[in-house]
């Protein structure tokens, strides 16, 4: 008993590696240098900015090799059930015991959407109650039909979802809500647009999110509450923009995330003079399209459903590029939009006999759209800094 009576009595809550002479700043610098080699998980990206794209879960047989072979499992074959798909009243079905194997599929089949644009906002909902707007520009041909919009988002998971709602609204007219409740994996879900509310010109599209917090009432709770929008996989469920013109060249698709790719062409390195001619139409181009967020680059053409090729010069310096026979003789400044070929990109030509043509088809360029739509839509839309000309519709 006497020597148990000299033993000095450890720290509540503290095991035998704490009564070392290490201090605990030695621990907590083990820990940052362990959390330093390990990759960012899906909760981990923050800010309130632009977003980058997001990271979802591999699809395909990434994740397929995973699963037991159909020798080894022959009840999990894919006929056994179907995979729950985002419903148009936006309430997920309710998933089986193996959603989480079969989620990569749905990823892989759903169709996709005209992705929304990046704003300053970004695309993430935070706190107590947040909004997010995006204006949308539809052409004729997209406005009519059936259309559903499409939201995949992830949650914080100190987000209670049954106190949590995510609601979508297109010209300020409701489509659908879903609980907030996906803090493990990116949710999908989708809500039926009614006929009539999509017009041609800019849509409003707007997400708003009501959080509460699954255990603390604090203020400094309401910090850990967000809902981040997946905008690869968000948007109008439409047809594409088989009618583009160049009224319409704000109907040109994002990327994966948000932000619209202008390629210009370069077939030979450019002249100065040449240089600020190219730049200037990419002035114009974010002018009419009214873009927050453009990303320009220099080289081949780009491929694929989004962003536009822009082919800048004058008639002799664009000879020979793909496509510029389509245009026919050049004689005084010319503005033409190519349509796409093959997995090319559509491509928008700004030329004439010379340097002074060139510039003149530039001013018809900022001048070109139409900035027509809802009147929430055209609320919306990105300031016109004023290089447009009375060409210009009024909304």
């Known amino acids: ?37 390990v990759p960012a998980r899906a909760q981990s990206f923050l800010g309130t900015g632009p977003a980058e794209r997001l990271t979802v879960p591999p699809t395909g047989d990434a994740l397929r090799k995973q699963s037991p072979a159909p020798a080894q499992a022959p009840a999990r074959a894919p006929t056994s059930s179907a995979p729950p798909t985002p419903t148009a009243q936006g309430r997920p079905s309710a998933p089986d015991s193996a959603d989480s194997g079969r989620r990569p599929q749905i ?120 809902t981040q929008i997946d905008p690869s996989r968000s948007g109008l469920v439409i047809a594409p923009a088989a009618d583009l013109d160049l009224k319409s060249l704000a109907a040109l698709e994002p990327d ?58 004058t008639a002799a310096e664009i000879r020979g590029t793909d496509g510029v026979e389509d245009l026919g003789p050049i004689t005084g400044p010319r503005l033409a939009l190519l349509p796409p070929r093959g997995s090319r990109a559509p491509t928008l030509v700004v030329t004439g006999l010379g340097p002074d043509d060139v510039r003149a088809a530039t001013a018809q360029l900022a001048a070109a759209g139409d900035a027509g739509g809802s009147g929430p839509g055209t609320a919306l839309a990105p300031p016109d800094p004023g290089l447009r000309g009375a060409g210009r519709r009024a909304a």
């Not at 020597?3 to 907590?28: F, I, N």
């Not at 974010?286 to 090729?309: I, M």
């Open 1 to 37: 008993m006497s020597a148990m009576a000299v033993r000095p009595l450890p720290r509540p809550g503290l095991g035998p590696a704490r009564r070392a002479t290490r201090t605990p700043t030695l621990a907590v610098a083990f820990v940052c240098a362990l959390m330093g080699g």
């Open 107 to 226: 990823q892989a089949t759903i169709a996709p959407a005209r992705r929304l644009p990046a704003g300053t906002r970004g695309f993430r909902l935070s706190g107590e109650e947040d909004v997010l707007q995006y204006p949308v520009y539809l052409t004729e041909g997209q406005a009519r039909g059936a259309a559903r919009l499409r939201v995949s988002y992830l949650s914080a998971i100190s987000v209670a979802p049954e106190g949590s709602e995510l609601t979508g609204l297109v010209n300020g007219t409701k489509v659908g809500w879903t609980r907030i409740q996906a803090p493990g994996a990116v949710k999908v879900v989708e809500f039926a647009i009614p006929d009539g509310v999509l017009k041609a010109g800019y849509n409003a599209v707007t997400l708003t999110a009501s959080q509460r917090h699954r255990v603390d009432c604090g203020i400094e709770a309401t910090y850990e509450l967000w």
């Open 256 to 313: 994966e995330s948000g932000a619209l790719p202008m390629g210009v062409l370069l077939n030979e390195k450019p002249t100065l003079p040449r240089l600020e001619r190219m730049i200037g139409a990419v002035q114009a181009l974010a002018v009419v399209s009214r873009l927050a967020r453009p990303a320009v680059s220099f080289g081949p053409p780009l491929a694929g459903r989004s962003g536009v090729n822009l082919l800048v010069g």
